[in-house]
């Protein structure tokens, strides 16, 4: 069975750092692609960054390029998102997500936003782990 773990996650004062980290079991990275997502309250989910093991390919969202870095150790099975410059608006449950479908995850990160029903098309959800950003 698929599970994935985040961790990492906390209170932080702006212009801080963060590494979330995203622990797989049952799957190898070597053939999953993994995506971060984040839902501030009463907000919808978005995504962050997915990486590719497959291809190396990885993508951000806009409000994250040049301050977020995706990277995965395929021999822990482990994705990591070290956000650097941490902003206020940064704040959100952060959640991962294994997918077998590359093409599946970076459609959605495409999008920005997703709906609960789009979220759903992804089966393999982690619990989350909340980051604070103070001002």
């Known amino acids: 069975e698929v599970h994935v773990v985040e961790s990492g996650g906390g209170l932080v004062q702006a212009g801080g750092s963060l590494r979330l980290s995203c622990v797989g079991s049952?799957?190898?990275?070597?053939?999953?692609?993994i995506g971060w997502f984040r839902q501030a309250p009463g907000k919808e989910r978005e995504g962050v960054s997915c990486?590719?093991?497959?291809?190396?390919?990885?993508f951000y969202t806009d409000s994250v390029k040049g301050r977020f870095t995706i990277s995965a150790d395929n021999a822990k099975n482990t994705v990591y998102l070290q956000m650097n410059s941490l902003k206020p608006e940064d704040t959100a449950v952060y959640y991962c997500?294994?997918?077998?479908?590359?093409?599946?995850?970076?459609?959605?990160?495409?999008?920005?936003?997703?709906?609960?029903?789009?979220?759903?098309?992804?089966?393999?959800w982690g619990q989350g782990t909340l980051v604070t950003v103070s001002s």
């Open positions: 990486i590719s093991s497959r291809d190396g390919s990885t």
């Open positions: 997500a294994a997918e077998e479908s590359r093409s599946l995850v970076f459609s959605l990160m495409a999008l920005g936003t997703i709906t609960t029903t789009q979220a759903g098309f992804l089966e393999n």
């Open positions: 049952g799957f190898s990275l070597d053939d999953y692609t």
